[in-house]
T-cell receptor
Framework: DQQVKQNSPSLSVQEGRISILNCDYTNSMFDYFLWYKKYPAEGPTFLISISSIKDKNEDGRFTVFLNKSAKHLSLHIVPSQPGDSAVYFCAASARYGGSQGNLIFGKGTKLSVKP | DADVTQTPRNRITKTGKRIMLECSQTKGHDRMYWYRQDPGLGLQLIYYSFDVKDINKGEISDGYSVSRQAQAKFSLSLESAIPNQTALYFC?????????????FGPGTRLTVL
């Protein structure tokens, strides 16, 4: 059973607009969440993270929102740029739970930003 | 220079052959990981190592083995490759200090088993 779900395999957005990527999780022990970006022929690169004690974390054009009661997080990219076109993975860990801090990844959402 | 390197970057082999994928890191991290990525399936953990003497199976370890030769080196072996092991393989590292769960990935190895 998937513990981290990204239900949208793909998303297409116009340049300059907001991109919203969504992620749901089922394990209430998760207390740390990350977003990774992956370009073709490259490894995933860390983008932004959030601890469960926060509900928002911002880094430039990227903001992650966490709704613990809904077990949902989202990544907002504003404004979207063509260079943001990539696959985005959501990941979660239970730092103090049985998973020893290992990351559980969603299946990814492919974002296409059109000029 | 890249902090996490993987060799080879691409490999084509035949069923039944033994294959070794290598990972090296200069980040000074204690923890290292091997993942595979299949289309539409995200990243699945094969093995992980929290230090040289601590190696653990991940969610899909069958058919794979690993060796942690040093803090900086972690290799993945396929003893007898089969076609459904065709995938992208990624190595990752992370710090062991509390509150530092972020993993840093290598560029990946594309393995094709014919």
């Amino acid at each position: 059973d998937q513990q981290v779900k990204q239900n949208s395999p793909s998303l297409s957005v116009q340049e300059g607009r907001i991109s919203i990527l969504n992620c749901d999780y089922t394990n209430s022990m998760f207390d740390y969440f990350l977003w990774y970006k992956k370009y073709p022929a490259e490894g995933p690169t860390f983008l932004i993270s959030i601890s469960s004690i926060k509900d928002k974390n911002e880094d430039g054009r990227f903001t992650v929102f966490l709704n613990k009661s809904a077990k949902h997080l989202s990544l907002h990219i504003v404004p979207s740029q063509p260079g943001d076109s990539a696959v985005y993975f959501c990941a979660a860990s239970a730092r103090y739970g049985g998973s020893q801090g290992n990351l559980i990844f969603g299946k990814g959402t492919k974002l296409s930003v059109k000029p | 220079d890249a902090d996490v390197t993987q060799t080879p970057r691409n490999r084509i082999t035949k069923t039944g052959k033994r294959i070794m994928l290598e990972c090296s890191q200069t980040k000074g991290h204690d923890r290292m990981y091997w993942y595979r990525q299949d289309p539409g399936l995200g990243l699945q953990l094969i093995y992980y190592s929290f230090d040289v003497k601590d190696i653990n199976k991940g969610e899909i370890s069958d058919g794979y083995s690993v060796s942690r030769q040093a803090q900086a080196k972690f290799s993945l072996s396929l003893e007898s490759a089969i076609p459904n092991q065709t995938a992208l393989y990624f190595c990752a590292t992370s710090d062991s200090r509390p509150g530092t769960d972020t993993q840093y990935f290598g560029p990946g190895t594309r393995l094709t088993v014919l």
